[in-house]
């Protein structure tokens, strides 16, 4: 099946801090989505982003398809977006759309 | 617009013992997921259902898991018998149809001692 990978593994800023997040995946996908989840467990949706680049406020991503790379940038971090970060693909090549997680990236914004 | 809603939120039961989980989507999706997330590790599917069909149940235990989802809309996923390694959060997910974007439930954290 796809493989998703995402980097670096944990990441600890200060407040105010900017960070880039990585998703590397193994083949051609059709949905490509980034989510938060909090500390009480809840998958917060960011961005539905197949391809292209989209804005929502301190946070943006850019999705490369045909370089099989998404990339989350957060700026001027607040303690409010520590939690982990989950990218998730489905593959182009299935016949289903469940989504295909990567391990996460933990982040923690400390005041 | 009401979210994917999930119950319980907890539920602790003891090893062989039974458990069902159930899940209400969002109003008009007809795309139904749940995921098995195991502390530490990103979520894996167990099942999609298109309506009250399935579309993949690949990765479902089915010696112990089954799912359900009769008249296309609620659905419940069942345990029986459970054993120490399905200690899980188990989340449910809806999209509109295929390839649109998927909301989860708050999800249910299932213990098993």
């Known amino acids: 099946g796809i493989q998703v990978e995402q980097s670096p593994p944990d990441l600890i800023l200060q407040e105010g801090a900017n960070s880039t997040l990585r998703c590397n995946f193994s083949?051609?996908?059709?949905?490509l989505q980034w989510f938060h989840q909090n500390p009480w467990g809840q998958l917060i949706n960011l961005f539905y982003i197949p391809s292209g680049t989209k804005q929502n406020g301190r946070l943006s991503a850019t999705t490369v398809a045909t370089e099989r790379y998404s990339l989350l940038y957060i700026s001027s971090s607040q303690t409010t977006d520590s939690g982990v970060y989950f990218c998730a693909v489905v593959y182009s090549g299935g016949g289903a759309d469940g989504l295909t997680f990567g391990k996460g990236t933990h982040l923690i914004i400390q005041p | 617009e009401a979210g994917v809603a999930q119950s319980p939120r907890y539920k602790i039961i003891e090893k062989r013992q039974s458990v069902a989980f159930w899940c209400n989507p969002i109003s008009g999706h007809a795309t139904l997921y749940w995921y098995q997330q195991i502390l530490g590790q990103g979520p894996k599917l167990l099942i999609q259902f298109q309506n009250n069909g399935v579309v993949d149940d690949s990765q479902l235990p089915k010696d112990r898991f089954s799912a359900e989802r009769l008249k296309g809309v609620d659905s419940t996923l069942k345990i029986q018998p459970a054993k120490l390694e399905d200690s899980a959060v188990y989340l449910c997910a809806s999209s509109f149809g295929a390839n649109t974007e998927a909301f989860f439930g708050q999800g249910t954290r299932l213990t098993v001692v």
């Open positions: 083949d051609s996908v059709n949905n």
